[in-house]
């Protein structure tokens, strides 16, 4: 099991893999790319890393439906009262608190489950604002200030001159309609 010490900022090789496969609706509508293929097209990913990472192994969604038994698990508290868990499976992502399953990323993806502003309360720890990131609602009038503080935060991680982009994509995904 991990703990928020395992995943530093240094450690790029997670960061690139949980972001580029996190976000599932974002989107860059200048270029109409995902946020995995920018990704893919502006750092020296490590693919294979990932993979290892979430025991991915050819045919494991044919098999499981990208499902392990004992898939890589982090697990941090939030609060005195709420532990947050996430499994890491080659096929999802899944999120619990307090062993109660709150969401998903993977292909039936549940996403969107607690506004932006709330987010805003684990601003102190980076690494859990963007763990949580991917299960946020955001307000249409709050866009341009969840996208600076979100490429704020990523720049702890990617070059700048990339942060807007991939922020300006992870905001458009998770944007209330």
């Not at 990323?105 to 690494?127: A, C, M, S, V, W």
């Not at 991917?134 to 990617?158: C, G, H, R, Y």
């Amino acid at each position: 099991m991990l703990s928020l010490n395992d995943i530093v900022f240094l450690n790029r090789k997670f960061w690139t893999g949980f972001l580029a496969t996190s976000f599932p609706t974002a989107l860059d509508e200048k270029t109409d790319m995902s946020l995995i293929e920018m990704i893919e097209e502006n750092e020296a990913t490590d693919i294979n890393w990932w993979r290892n990472f979430t025991k991915y192994y050819d045919g494991v969604l044919e098999e499981t439906d990208g499902y392990l038994d004992e898939p890589e698990t982090l697990s941090c508290n939030l609060t005195t009262a709420q532990t947050l868990k996430i499994e890491f499976h080659p096929g999802d992502t899944v999120y619990y608190i307090n062993d109660r399953q709150i969401a998903c990323t993977g292909n039936h993806y549940n996403i969107q489950i607690f506004p932006f502003k709330d987010l805003l309360g684990f601003l102190e720890d980076k690494r859990i604002f963007l763990l949580l990131l991917p299960l946020t609602v955001i307000d249409k009038p709050d866009m341009n200030n969840a996208t600076k503080i979100i490429s704020d935060v990523l720049q702890e991680i990617f070059d700048k001159r990339l942060c807007n982009q991939y922020a300006n994509s992870i905001v458009y995904g998770l944007v209330k309609e």
